[in-house]
């Protein structure tokens, strides 16, 4: 999940993402796709425009796939954008911030964040687990 947002982000940047949902999604698609698009069912590497913004869906299977799938953005219940700075803040953060200020701050319950937050965490220490040699393809893969 650090890998994410493993290089350093501006301030404006950071506001521009976490204002809108389209951006989060936006920056999920090219993140995930960098490497380009491969269907997850069929293999196929050609795909169309998706029905919703920034999906794709595999020309030989017509399979769509959207840029949540996979994350831990998949099938959020709250705003992308709000989960994006509740994600930057857990990995990035200067300062380690309680759910209940998460809720204040986004006006969530604070369960909600409490369970994102531990949902960030458990991926966080997934990937503290992992060999070097996953370390280091998984690295490639988002930082390329």
Aim: glycine residues 4%; hydrophobic residues 35%; charged residues 30%.
């Amino acid at each position: 999940m650090s890998a994410i947002f493993k290089k350093e982000l501006s301030v404006d940047q950071l506001n521009e993402l976490f204002q809108s949902d389209e951006k989060c999604f936006e920056f999920l698609a090219d993140l995930k796709w960098s490497r380009g698009f491969e269907c997850r069912k069929c293999g196929n590497t050609n795909f169309c425009p998706g029905k919703t913004a920034h999906s794709r869906r595999c020309t030989k299977c017509k399979t769509e796939e959207s840029a949540a799938a996979g994350t831990i953005f998949h099938n959020c219940k709250f705003p992308v954008h709000k989960a994006f700075y509740i994600a930057y803040n857990v990995c990035k953060g200067k300062e380690d911030l309680s759910t209940y200020e998460f809720a204040r701050r986004l006006a969530l319950r604070q369960m909600t964040c409490w369970n994102f937050k531990t949902k960030i965490q458990h991926a966080i220490d997934e990937m503290n687990s992992l060999s070097e040699n996953e370390k280091l393809s998984i690295q490639k893969i988002l930082t390329s």
